[in-house]
């Protein structure tokens, strides 16, 4: 196994990695640096999109283009030229501000939404679909900070986190209707000294998460017992995501500065990617509207 810091932009906040095939690109985002980077690990190659504010998710849509969020509501990006379209605003001061989500595979936009109340969270926040007509609808609630939306291989089961209480919960899900149910506790990330934040799953079912704080990326099995942990060579790990050809690296984004007065590393903001896992992703699904 190895692991490499990539010669692509660093962030701020780096979030949201997304591996697209079509383009042989991975998109992120760095969410306090307001940018939408893709980087094209072959070449080396890096696009950079500036978005009018913070950004806190990057999903892929049908037809080439992207879905993202920013404070002002959900919005369709044109991931060549940058042109915005909001299409779900939220009210200013939002009451809620949405971070981190994924597509099932019938085209549904699954959703965080973490409290607006920095200072002193509060559960305000929770989950939301966005469906293929654009309607929104709100699925649970008292989530604090929203983070780790993703399936099992057979969308049989949703996991999402509570970055707030070191949680990430399963529920059930329906493929049919896009309804979530039975929501419990999976697995909690305290004894790996941090926080559950971006998460993915393999085709063999493990859960991998990025343990913000605690410089590991865990990966978990469907019963809840510890795979493996990687040490990072950061400890503000952000997000995973597989990508490459065969879907077998593991593309990790980083934070540059925490907001809880972790101290300043060396690498922190970089793009990493981990080679010769013996493990292989899944291509993520591409919004349907």
Not at 92 to 109: E, L
Request: glycine share 12%.
């Amino acid at each position: 196994m190895k692991i490499t810091k990539l010669p692509a932009p660093e962030c701020k906040g780096g979030e949201s990695p997304m591996w697209d095939a079509e383009r042989g690109e991975l998109h992120y985002i760095d969410n306090a640096g307001s940018k939408v980077h893709s980087f094209n690990p072959d070449t080396g190659a890096t696009r950079t999109l500036e978005m009018p504010s913070v950004i806190t998710t990057l999903v892929l849509r049908r037809g080439g283009s992207a879905v993202v969020t920013l404070r002002s509501g959900i919005h369709f990006l044109d991931l060549d030229t940058g042109a915005l379209e909001l299409i779900d605003p939220l009210p200013d001061p939002p009451p809620y501000v949405y971070n981190d989500g994924k597509v099932d595979s019938r085209g549904r936009f699954l959703i965080g939404g973490s409290t607006a109340n920095f200072a002193a969270p509060t559960p305000d926040g929770g989950l939301f679909r966005l469906d293929p007509d654009r309607t929104v609808t709100r699925l649970d609630a008292g989530i604090h900070f929203s983070n780790s939306p993703c399936w099992s291989p057979d969308e049989k089961t949703f996991y999402f986190s509570d970055s707030w209480v070191d949680t990430t919960f399963a529920y059930d899900y329906d493929i049919e209707t896009g309804a979530v149910s039975n929501r419990r506790p999976f697995v909690t990330t305290r004894a790996l000294g941090g926080l559950p934040d971006g998460a993915t799953v393999d085709v063999d079912g493990l859960f991998w998460v990025a343990v913000y704080q605690g410089g590991k990326i865990a990966a978990y099995r469907p019963d809840g017992a510890l795979e493996r942990a990687i040490d990072m060579p950061v400890k503000l790990v952000s997000s995973v995501a597989f990508g490459g050809p065969d879907l077998d690296r593991l593309f990790v984004t980083t934070i540059a500065h925490g907001t809880q007065g972790e101290p300043a590393e060396d690498g922190a903001g970089a793009l990493y990617v981990i080679d010769g896992l013996g493990f292989r992703g899944r291509l993520e699904h591409r919004f349907a509207g």
